[in-house]
């Protein structure tokens, strides 16, 4: 129902940065959250960063101070930009985004995940 195209995924050196971009679309929608997750191998998925369509907006332990996510609502986007970044940070990020439509009562996507690499 709702997809979400995800770019800005690639390799860097440790200290370098990155910004993820993530961008929903498909039928008429109302995102309520949208956020990003990581997973590395051996390990569950887990929370980076959310923020909500008011404006509130939460962090991981880890990434507290480095990363910040930023919304778009006019444009159904969200962001996060990544400094600092150490090789701790390396996973493939996803995309997510919760909401609801004319037709589902409530809805949860993933975007098919980008690869961030840092090198030390």
């Known amino acids: 129902q709702v997809q979400l195209v995800e770019s800005g995924g690639g390799l860097v050196q440790a200290g370098g940065s990155l910004r993820l971009s993530c961008a929903a679309s498909g039928s008429v929608f109302v995102l309520t959250a949208m956020g990003w997750y990581r997973q590395a191998p051996g390990r569950q998925r887990a929370l980076v960063a959310g923020?909500?369509?008011?404006?509130?907006?939460n962090y991981g332990d880890s990434v507290k101070g480095r990363f910040t996510i930023s919304r778009d609502n006019a444009k159904n986007m969200v962001y996060m930009q990544m400094n600092s970044l150490s090789p701790e940070d390396t996973a493939v990020y996803y995309c997510?985004?919760?909401?609801?439509?004319?037709?589902?009562?409530?809805?949860?996507?993933w975007g098919q995940g980008t690869q961030v690499t840092v090198s030390s």
């Open positions: 923020v909500s369509s008011g404006g509130s907006s």
């Open positions: 997510n985004a919760r909401g609801y439509t004319n037709y589902v009562a409530d809805f949860v996507s």
